[in-house]
């Protein structure tokens, strides 16, 4: 009798309203979608337990050769339900099961020319793109508009970050995705530059939930979106690139061949934002594009340049480096800009032997510059032509280097994301794993192309160096990233900087206000496949033991990731966990002591290591054990951190 009363509940569940409007709901029946036809007009709403979160929102796209956005009529639909696992170790979480209720609903203009909306939603994601068919010969168009938009309550709030003004920025490097947030701000206030706003976008919508918007399978099939500036009554639609991007060069609209499929737009929901911070659904509604040419090793690394700069890139000092990361058991170590004029390629070869010697592997940073910046670091021009990038890919191949580092791109445009989508296809011709810096948003990168290792495309680490304002603002930069940037996509961060004055001597420049806890925090808060740490060789000298042995033991592969408590801007609590041992970091923005009731199911009746600041906010380590409820009350100093982790090598 239960099993009958299940199916015809599931039955329910996927029956459409009517022709003009259909409904699907999430796998729990919490998470709902009205598709609804409206005088010819498309649009859909969203509920989370009965309560909205998306009022009417409009849907179509207009293209060079017909306007599918009006005077449409209903056709027909089709529904499957999804449920696949798959298994990626470069993600919050290395194996994923995913299920989900999809509705295909299929449309045609007054021209019988066909359009499909597909969504999926799962238990907290919404998922859905656009298929158009080819209409007699026409096997092309370009995408002049898309009017997909989210009509959020007039009362939600924002947590948004400005799209920057084109080729503006330090030698006209922007749109770079390094803006800064503005926490709970009214709805539809104007952006910054008046450009709209980069993805992800974290919406608050009062006590109805939260609601992340972002996009995913991006590749160069298309351009890379952003969100419109917000109306009074808290409509953002998607937004096409700047005609300014990459110089003026290319379209800001996208062309696709017939019949073809825009990328996903997503919608993570819930109505605390534990959904938010653990979504997979960047990933789960894409596929690899390509298979790894091996299998890919991703890790640990030091690099030079963040605190020494660039004087450090020559022969001794990226030595020393090399012996940095062997001395911290790491897998990699990275050489910034400028080795090919500073070091030499005879040189960069010596030390890629150097470094096998030492059981470490060497990356390499490019400058992607074609025409699109005027940023003069070299190498130059080896990542922008298929024919420099293939014999340069095939010389690091020669002499073991294992990745590569390309910064400064210019733009959203769909010839860009072509090129990304270039470099990282050849690379993994030749075994390279590949970052990006100065860059857009991965959109499901990790699990569409087995060598992507990361992007930077946030506030990163070197602005520390470079102001005392990201100083000011760090910890509460940090607090607003698990929410929102890290949560659709590895962050190249480059965290803890265990220096207390930002420069090679640790007795100058930009001075850290956060504490030396919070410093090793941030390598659990912040992930990313290959982590480029800031720590530096005085460090192991200055700091007790425990802080150093910390920074050895931490892994850079996660298996799972939990949220634990948390507001975007204010504090954040995080577990994640790789293999049996569990990390949980904590960090306080705040001006005054934070304390937390939390509950730690994975430490119930166990010793843990406790890292936490003392009254001078210097690093203490100590053990406890945990009641057998798993409950804890953490005391997190302003500006500080706590971290819990198995105590491994303890007695009970």
């Known amino acids: 009798m239960k099993k009958i009363v299940l199916s015809l509940l599931s039955l329910y569940i996927l029956l459409p309203l009517s022709a003009d409007q259909i409904e699907i709901r999430s796998p729990d029946n919490n998470l709902a979608v009205t598709l609804s036809l409206m005088n010819g007009d498309l649009c859909y709403n969203v509920t989370y337990k009965d309560k909205t979160i998306l009022e009417d929102s409009p849907l179509g796209i207009i293209t060079n050769v017909s306007d599918f956005s009006r005077k449409l009529q209903f056709v027909d639909e089709n529904r499957q339900v999804i449920h696949k696992t798959y298994h990626e170790p470069k993600i919050k979480k290395s194996t994923v099961e995913y299920r989900a209720n999809e509705v295909t609903a299929t449309y045609e203009t007054t021209r019988k020319e066909k359009i499909s909306l597909i969504f999926r939603v799962s238990n907290n994601d919404i998922a859905f793109k656009y298929a158009l068919s080819q209409n007699g010969e026409t096997a092309r168009c370009s995408i002049e508009k898309e009017l997909t938009g989210f009509n959020f309550p007039s009362f939600a709030t924002t947590f948004l970050t400005p799209q920057a003004t084109p080729m503006s920025g330090w030698m006209r490097t922007k749109p770079s995705y390094e803006e800064e947030y503005v926490p709970d701000e009214p709805i539809g206030t104007p952006s910054r530059y008046g450009l709209g706003y980069t993805l992800p976008g974290l919406f608050h919508v009062g006590d109805h939930g939260w609601a992340l918007i972002s996009e995913t399978g991006v590749g160069s099939l298309y351009c890379g979106a952003k969100l419109s500036e917000g109306t009074k009554e808290g409509l953002y639609t998607i937004d096409f690139p700047e005609e300014g991007e990459n110089n003026g060069i290319g379209s800001a609209s996208p062309a696709i061949s017939l019949p073809g499929e825009t990328p996903w737009r997503t919608i993570s929901v819930g109505d605390n934002l534990k959904p938010i911070v653990e979504t997979t659904v960047a990933f789960d509604v894409v596929d690899p594009l390509y298979e790894p040419s091996k299998t890919y090793q991703f890790g640990r690394s030091t690099w030079s340049w963040l605190l020494w700069q660039d004087g450090s890139i020559n022969y001794e000092d990226q030595k020393t480096f090399i012996d940095h990361s062997a001395q911290l058991g790491y897998e990699l170590v990275l050489i910034d800009n400028w080795w090919d004029t500073r070091i030499g390629r005879e040189k960069i070869e010596e030390l890629a032997q150097y470094a096998a010697s030492k059981g470490v592997g060497i ?53 860009t994301m072509k090129l990304y989508e270039d470099i990282l296809s050849d690379a993994n011709d030749y075994g ?47 607090t607003l990233h698990p929410f929102i940037r890290n949560s659709v996509a590895a962050m190249d961060f480059g965290p803890v900087l265990l220096n207390k004055r930002h420069n090679r001597n640790n007795d100058g420049g930009t001075t850290r206000k956060t504490t030396e806890t919070f410093q090793l925090a941030t390598a659990v808060l912040f992930q990313s496949p290959i982590q480029n740490f800031g720590i530096t060789p005085n460090n192991l000298r200055e700091y007790p033991s425990f802080v150093i042995d910390f920074m050895k033991e931490i892994p850079s592969l ?18 994640r966990r790789s293999g049996e041992r569990w990390y949980v970091a904590a960090i306080n923005a705040e001006k005054e002591i934070k304390k937390v009731n939390v509950r730690l199911p994975m430490f119930t009746a166990k010793k843990v290591n406790i890292y936490s600041d003392n009254t001078e906010r210097s690093p203490e380590l100590k053990q406890m054990n945990i009641k057998k409820e798993g409950e804890i009350t953490l005391q997190i100093q302003p500006e500080g951190g706590v971290i819990i982790t198995n105590c491994e090598d303890c007695r009970n």
């Open 363 to 415: 990356s390499l940073w490019y400058n992607s510059n074609g025409f699109w910046s005027d940023a003069p670091q070299g190498p130059k021009n080896r990542m922008n032509t298929s024919v420099a990038r293939k014999k340069e890919m095939a010389w690091l191949q020669s002499i073991g280097v294992k990745g590569i580092k390309v910064d400064f791109f210019g733009g959203d445009k769909q010839e």
């Open 558 to 575: 996660w298996d799972e990731t939990l949220f634990i408590d948390g507001y975007p801007g204010k504090y954040v609590i995080l577990a």
């Open 432 to 478: 390279l794993a590949v970052i990006f810096h100065g860059c857009t948003l991965p959109r499901g990168w990790e699990r569409m192309y087995p060598n992507f290792a990361g992007s930077e495309a946030v506030l990163a680490s070197e602005n520390l160096i470079f102001t005392q304002h990201a100083n000011d603002q760090e910890a509460y930069n940090a």
